[in-house]
DNA sequence: TTGAAAGCGCTAACAA
DNA sequence: TTGTTAGCGCTTTCAA
């Protein structure tokens, strides 16, 4: 069984004809019939000025409108979806909505959506199993949708994408710029490659990178971080793995203080490199004057930590917005709409990175 | 206009009796029509095998299920909705959507939600104003709802719920026990008290409190504090107000550091603890040696903070999941249904408190 | 500009 | 167990 819904109207059996003088508390929700028995007009009169679509006598416009007032009538989304086969809500899929990034992005999507009358529904996928992306779609695609809106933030999120039946118009929000649907993207191989290169500039003989779990096969803050290396001929050590736990970016920082040539760090984000910058400190490595460390995100966070922390500003929020207006245009069929946004990450200079101190970085590279 | 809808299905003018194996690539998604002629069978027997609302012998239900796979067929929520006045979607409505202690809950509301084939959808109410909460509670109540969960756990979230009609199932989630609709509660005001008593115990004279935006008059937290301190017969000093950013916090800390008189801050939030740890080291204080400092919530990077904070821990994921399953068991009407599901924040004791240095907290308080 | 009639995709009531 | 007949609350023809 896939319902679980109960019934949320209170009277199951119609009393029609009723008399609104007396029954003050009514006890079904009204209907437009009753807007339209009330206004003296015939039920289509009342669509029409509900939806505009048509002209309507300024006379039973406004009778129709006070009708509405008294009533409180608010017409039901779903027979309207019914209806007109169209519908005024947009689906988010995603691996995750609590985390910062993903909060943000959806706090802009649904923004952007309420103020074109949207609603948004959102539904997380739980792993990459069979199972939990079938699920997650199915529940998705069984609400009559405007439109879909998928996160690529992680592999759940990648994975339910691909599920996604075709008829149902889909934009994607990423972090690289891909092509099989519409995307607003947040450049975030560009801004890894600047941040790598900063620390590059800064004197550091390498950098090396911790990752958050990738979305695909590799990330692209990876990608960029690799990439400025190579230009630069700087040695590219293997990238280190985090889970999304700031706590494992602590694990992380404590092997790398071990290493006698680390000097500087690229994290996947800034909570990770908190964590870091915390194992380091267990081991009595100091930032920015033992190891540069340096995040990615500008987490609300970052500019308070000790020290605070350089990294790159991801403006997930405009990201979501973009995203909706994406799907927007897609669905509308704008005839010279725009299948990308992109934009690039700013660095954010603060200070926990610096040039290498001279007691380290003097052992060969194992990479 | 209320509405921005648009068409998500492909072909407006229907073609009747299409012949499946010869368009593969089918132009509208199949409807229930589509699946009751390929199975052999009538609608209400698709219908059946759906809803599992009465038997279907083995055989048929065999085809169905085939025909079902087949065309990937995929019931319209909308058409269920209006034909049989339920609903499988529950609305949340909220002052914001992405702050830790906020979209932990969401989450928590969306897992159980998805557990029990829900949709959950998401408004924001921007601000008390009128305007504000009218087209929120507007949006949200225009869908067709199983039921709502409003989360008071700030002024534009109490406001939404006090327009919300009473015809819809609601539950609140809160800080507060209230009465007027079924709640799930974190007990904030206990675990407030109890950290107060910590402080007090540790030696300090009195505790000083930061409290993020209250939802009404004051929140259960101040009121905890405020609490703690009479029974103690401690000195009540005036309770400063951040706001939510962690900056806030810190202009704060820098504040107090000025005052000799503390030597204990009680903050509303660990964001704020964490900007006022800061305020007060920008002037030379550290915490806990000269200023303990706690915060609230057990934020995930509460324990990696410098010093670690201590803190009550709110499991607001559990939270929202048991304000979902309030919600389900109002709807259905359950016979000894509880309408409240209160849990107290228990105490993590870290290193941000310890007993108040001698130099400090000699002069007299101005309260 | 308006109303009557005919749907939308589905479930519910009623016979058979 | 099954099909037929009526709806659900709305929008969309189509005439007038």
New interface residues.
Partial sequence: ??????????APTRTDGLTLTTKKQQQ??PVIADVARLAGVSVPTVSRV???AAKVSEEKRQSVMDAIALL?Y?????????A??????VAVIAG?????GY??T??GI??AA?A?????????VDSIEEDDVE??V??????????IVALKFDAPGVAALQRL?E???TVAISGVRETQVPQAVLDESSAAAELTEFLLGLGHRTVHHVRVPPSRREDGRTTGWRRALRKAGAPIPPALDASW???SG?AIGQALARDGSVTAVFCGND?IA??VI?GL?DEGLRTPEDVSVVGFDNH??S??W?PPLTTAHQDFFGLGQRGFELL?AR??EEPGARRFSSERPALVIRESAAAPSTDRGRSDLTA
């Fill in positions: 069984m896939r319902r679980g819904a109960e019934k949320h109207r209170a079904r929700p509900l939806t505009g409180k608010r017409p039901s989304a779903a027979a309207r979806s019914v007109s086969r169209q519908s005024s809500v995750n909505t609590s985390r910062y909060a943000e959806i706090r649904e923004e309420r074109r009358g949207y609603i948004v529904s959102i539904t997380v699920r997650a199915s529940l998705v695609v069984g609400q009559d949708l405007a439109g039946p008829h149902i118009p736990l700031p706590e602590r909570e908190m964590g915390r400190a609300p966070l500019g308070l000790t927007m669905v509308s």
